[in-house]
């Protein structure tokens, strides 16, 4: 279980998608006020252009961990490929590796044992490098918890929603995965780690208000963050899995009558026409720790 600095170390409400390639995007990767930026190698850099993203990737992660954003990167799949990213990627200012197309805890442990051998050929300490697990195929679905719980250095889990649905044959919409997006919610919680995705397609970006819809039904679903594939999404998901103003306000007055009540020897008080006891205030805690971390992001 990684539970024990995950959420006090981490929020990641927005992770923006930026192509190693493309120098424009990565040159302005620190203003677009995302929590992390994801420099992939993955999907967006055609096959015949992955030896020059390798190349232009340690330059990219010193120009964003330099502007003190945090730094994701995305890497390949096949082992080989793999293999070949990993001795690239892992190195002083990655804060994360996403790892796509995860099929078993095996396939986790694997990866880290050879992040393990790069950071210690590096200088870097042990663990240094945390790491995201995507899973995006049916295999896989069936392997959330043991995949969430895996290693240590797994610091968030997520479905992928497009990848999912060509796996498993349901379209990406909201009321057609929401088991699946529920499980990956609760994987995620058992195993301490940040369950990160959106319970729609990231897609249709240009549509902001179904993008905005797909944002809140996320956060009532469970999800703390999720991915961004255009700039124009980042304000919107900022907003989205922060705290409204009337959440923390509630939040803070309900504790600080329940502190009171405790205070004079009763365990629970009533509270807006609400009896309020232990698990109710702790969803109160957690909407201000959510809080005080968007405000230390922002």
């Known amino acids: 279980m990684n539970a024990t600095s995950t959420a006090d170390t981490i929020n990641w409400r927005s992770l923006l998608y930026v192509p190693v390639t493309s120098q424009r995007f990565v040159d302005k990767a620190h203003t677009r006020g995302a929590d992390a930026i994801q420099l992939d190698i993955e999907d967006s850099i055609p096959p015949g252009e992955k030896d020059e993203a390798r190349r232009m990737l340690p330059a990219a992660i010193d120009l964003v961990a330099g502007r003190g954003i945090d730094v994701v990167v995305r890497i390949n799949r096949p082992w080989r490929i793999a293999v070949r990213d990993l001795e690239v990627a892992v190195r002083p200012g990655v804060r994360a590796l996403a790892l796509p197309k995860i099929a078993s805890a095996d396939h986790v442990r694997m990866i ?28 896989g679905f069936w392997r959330l918890q043991e995949i969430a719980a895996a290693s240590p250095r797994i610091v968030a889990l997520t479905l992928g929603s497009e990848d999912f649905a060509a796996s498993s044959g349901i379209p990406p919409e909201p009321q057609l995965q929401l088991v699946a997006n529920q499980m990956t919610v609760l994987a995620a919680r058992a195993a301490g780690v940040l369950p990160l995705g959106l319970v729609g397609s990231i897609a249709n970006y240009r549509d902001q208000s179904a993008f905005r819809n797909v944002v809140t039904a996320s956060r009532q679903q469970g999800f703390v963050g999720a991915s961004c594939i255009h700039p124009s999404q980042v304000p919107i998901v900022n907003e989205g899995f922060s705290p409204s103003a009337e959440e923390v306000d509630r939040a803070q007055r309900m504790l600080s009558d329940f502190d009171a009540a405790v205070a004079a020897g009763i365990g629970a008080v009533e509270f807006d026409g609400q009896m309020v006891d232990e698990p109710i205030v702790e969803r109160s805690r957690a909407i201000l720790r959510s809080h005080a971390a968007a405000q230390r992001a922002s």
């Open 112 to 139: 880290d044992e050879v992040v393990t051998e790069v950071e210690a050929a590096a200088g870097m300490a042990a663990g240094s490098v945390r790491f995201i697990a995507m899973v995006e195929t049916a295999a």
